[in-house]
């Protein structure tokens, strides 16, 4: 979608309505960033003074050890003292915290009361198995609301979650169990994706066996399918909940601020996936603030993030922001066209759904249809719009804006990453838009577009995109790596942290994101790199190598296509491309599955053996081949 966002860079501003700018937490967007800016401690002090510390913090920011950073330090609270157990104390305890719908359109809702009751059932099993603070628990699900009580149940106890997709596979599952040294792992007999079931114990089946240290599976029975149940090691959930013990109060742990939270792991330039590392004192300021101000997120809100719960997208914007802000959180289980294309608008006007947060795949996706399916529902309710995971082209915006939020609701296009915790670059309601820009950074935040020497480039030039000041919910290093914490983000230029993104800045300060510089490839917002394509690829025995590239596509944003080298004796068909893409889809996921797979006789390498990934994309798009100075003849 470059190209697009590239050619609108002059675009038309929408400015925010009056009632906007009347409703909006915050009205005065410079002002406030001015202040954050200058006297940074001052401005997150007074904000996480507002939030329950069993302790105070000693410092707001630790910058001795860089790029160690850390916040709060000294301070003692657990995210679920701030998320959970103090509305409980409020009105907010007969709040709903959760409504839930599955594909085939049951409901289920969660007071806050309710909530709590479930976490503190699901923390005293964990307990049962022996989970102690400081253990990472793996959790393996489908979009239930077991999936949040299992995360917040981890929290309350100190340990830490590691949350894999239920769309990721065997090998993927099996690698961060793995990375992690999980004893417990949670999952559920399947889950349901456009009808049909998905066999994820089968799969955690399969990944146990490829790895040593899981103990104890918990087991939530969704779809009621057949499965098989391990002697010793699997335990149903709804057995285990008609032990005594469960029934037992439970309290919730006083952590260090530092203390780690989660690991999500997620994909860089090599095959191995990063654990990125967040804390509880920091990712919970951070992403209550952003949240609150972004979306102007307010009691009577009805709120959806459209995301999963597995990736950060749903572990800060769908769990632990919205709780943070005592809000109340909507949550679909399925594909956004089952079983008609107006299964999105249906449930926005069914449950008066006021903020829609999603990707521009989805609404790519949805907008195909054309306008007769959202145009048959009530879409009044709805009063601000985000966008997330790649660039927005800006027909999408528009398609979004009028069609979707009928010309009232502002779209938050929010750039950020695992890495980030929370928004970085992002407009406020009051602040005027550009269609495909992500605007302007939060808070406390300091974006830079820079050459390959950490110097500004000129306003319009395409450059790299830094950050140039620590932030509360940043990574705090990768588990147990640090030392690829420090060259990857921060090796270039020292200081700053490198995000792996490209960017322009333009006249009025607005940054445009254009996309990647390494070899990650964004498939419908999800996160796939090359590197992890290519050995699933090679793990097949008919291949001797491969590479993997992304093309644009109009709705997924890209595509992979993949180059296989056969080894000798191997000869190339459909039916063993189709094998292959299987392959793939088994070992990572069906996100993964490439498009395309092209036999080849050769892969363009450079003289020391690297595949020159440019060269394929560039011969792909017919596009001139660049500098081919390096290439192997
Ligand atoms: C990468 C991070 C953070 C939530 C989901 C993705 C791309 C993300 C935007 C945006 C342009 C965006 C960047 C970034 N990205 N949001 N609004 N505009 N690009 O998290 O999987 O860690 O991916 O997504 O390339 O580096 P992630």
């Known amino acids: 979608m470059n190209e697009t966002t590239n050619s609108n860079f002059e675009s038309d501003v929408y400015y925010p309505s009056q009632n906007t700018i009347d409703e909006a937490h915050c009205k005065d967007y410079e002002s406030m960033y001015k202040e954050s800016i200058r006297n940074p401690e001052a401005f997150w002090g007074k904000i996480a003074a507002e939030f329950y510390w069993s302790k105070i913090w000693d410092k707001v920011i630790d910058d001795s050890n860089p790029p160690f950073y850390k916040w709060f330090t000294g ?21 709903l915290a959760l409504i839930w719908e599955s594909e085939d359109g049951e409901v289920r809702t969660y007071s806050y009361f309710a909530l709590n009751r479930e976490i503190v059932k699901f923390a005293n099993i964990l307990k049962s198995m022996g989970v102690e603070r400081g253990d990472i628990v793996t959790i393996y699900m489908p979009r239930i609301p077991e999936l949040v009580f299992a995360m917040l149940a981890c929290a309350k106890i100190g340990a830490a979650h590691s949350v894999v997709y239920g769309g990721f596979s065997v090998e993927a599952l099996a690698e961060r169990i793995e990375d992690a040294e999980s004893k ?12 049909k079931l998905i066999n994820l114990k089968e799969i955690a089946d399969e990944a146990i066996s490829r790895q040593g240290t899981i103990e104890h599976v918990v087991v939530i029975k969704r779809t009621g399918q057949e499965i098989h149940m391990e002697n010793g090691r699997d335990y149903w959930y709804h057995d285990l909940i008609k032990l005594p013990v469960v029934n037992q109060s439970c309290e919730t742990e006083s952590l260090d601020s530092e203390e780690m939270l989660f690991i999500l792991y997620t994909s860089g330039t090599t095959g191995r996936p990063k654990g990125i590392v967040h804390t509880h004192g920091g990712y919970m300021v951070y992403t209550a603030t952003t949240l609150k101000y972004v979306f102007d997120l307010k009691d009577e809100d009805r709120y959806w993030c459209a995301a999963d719960p597995g990736w950060i997208t749903g572990h800060s914007y769908i769990v632990y922001g919205p709780l943070l802000n005592g809000a109340t959180s909507f949550m ?77 609701c502002p779209i938050m296009d929010t750039w950020w990453q695992t890495e980030t915790g929370g928004f970085m670059i992002t407009p406020l309601p009051v602040t005027p838009l550009k269609p495909g820009s992500a605007t302007l950074p939060f808070f406390g935040i300091e974006v830079d577009v820079v050459d390959t020497d950490g110097n500004p480039v000129q306003n319009g030039e395409e450059g790299i995109l830094v950050v140039k000041k620590p932030w509360p919910s940043m990574l705090r290093t990768i588990y147990k790596d640090p030392e690829r914490y420090k060259t990857q983000y921060w090796n270039r230029f020292g200081t700053m942290y490198e995000a792996g993104d490209s960017a322009r800045k333009d006249k009025d300060g607005y940054i445009w994101v254009i996309g990647r510089l390494d070899d990650v490839i964004k498939v419908s917002g999800y996160r796939l790199g090359t590197a992890e394509i290519e050995s699933a690829l090679v793990s097949h025995s008919a291949v001797a190598e491969a590479a993997a590239i992304g093309l644009p596509h109009e709705v997924k944003g890209n595509t992979i296509h993949a180059y296989v080298l056969l080894k000798a004796g191997q000869t190339p068909s459909e039916q063993l491309a189709e094998a292959l893409r299987h392959h793939v889809g088994h070992e990572i996921g069906p996100i993964a599955k490439p498009e395309k797979i092209n036999f080849v006789e050769v892969l363009p390498k450079t003289r020391s053996g690297k595949i020159m990934r440019r060269l394929l994309k560039a011969r792909a798009l017919g596009l001139p081949e660049g500098d081919k100075s390096t290439l192997e003849e």
């Open 184 to 195: 417990v792992l949670v999952t559920a007999d399947g889950g349901f994706m456009r009808g």
């Open 332 to 408: 679909y289980e399925g594909a956004p066209n089952y079983p008609y294309p107006n299964r999105w608008w249906k449930m926005i006007e069914n449950y008066g759904i006021t903020i829609l947060y999603t990707a521009p795949t989805a609404i790519r996706g949805l907008m195909r249809f054309g306008n007769a399916w959202p145009n048959r529902h009530d879409l009044s309710s709805l009063r601000m719009l985000g966008s997330v995971g790649e660039p927005i082209n800006p027909e999408a915006w528009k398609w979004y804006y009028n069609t979707i939020g009928q010309e009232r």
């Open 75 to 95: 301070g003692k609270t657990n995210i679920v003292f701030n998320a959970v157990d103090r509305h409980l104390k409020t009105w907010r305890r007969n709040k």
